[in-house]
């Protein structure tokens, strides 16, 4: 049965998204110009380049410095302190100027021995060091 005077017409409940949409561009817009873009910081590392031929018998020979799993850092099989590779390199690249300086780290290593080993190498005058991970 019909009722008197009601009609019986459904109108379609539409959500309109337009406003949201808005809403969330600009959200997006503020998001990108408010985004801080950090350059993450690192080391700046020269690898050896891998080649299966011996080196030069004429080259003279590198200086090695060792950093094994506990962190200690050796140099010509000698212990060095943190604080004793700058006067050691240097005394070293006096003696051989030529001589390439390597960092050779285990892979347990602790990053903050192999950054200080960088640190006094780059101290004692040699721009970029040479890092070799050990085969273990």
């Not at 009609?7 to 949201?20: G, K, L, V, Y």
């Not at 080391?43 to 799993?69: F, H, S, Y």
């Not at 390597?102 to 721009?127: E, M, N, Q, R, S």
Request: proline share 7%.
């Amino acid at each position: 049965m019909k009722r008197l005077g009601k009609q019986n017409t459904e109108e379609e409940a539409d959500i309109d998204i337009t406003p949201m949409l808005d809403v969330v561009f600009i959200m997006l817009i503020f998001f990108i110009v408010t985004a801080s873009f950090v350059k993450e910081s690192g080391l700046d590392l020269n690898k050896p380049p891998v080649t299966d031929t011996p080196p030069d018998a004429d080259a003279p020979r590198p200086i090695v410095l060792e950093i094994n799993n506990l962190s200690e850092i050796r140099v010509d099989n000698r212990l060095l302190d943190d604080r004793a590779i700058k006067s050691t390199i240097t005394r070293l690249t006096a003696e051989r100027p030529e001589a390439a300086v390597i960092i050779k780290a285990a892979k347990k290593a602790k990053t903050k021995a192999i950054i200080a080993a960088v640190d006094g190498i780059k101290a004692a005058g040699v721009p970029r060091p040479t890092i070799s991970l050990a085969k273990d």
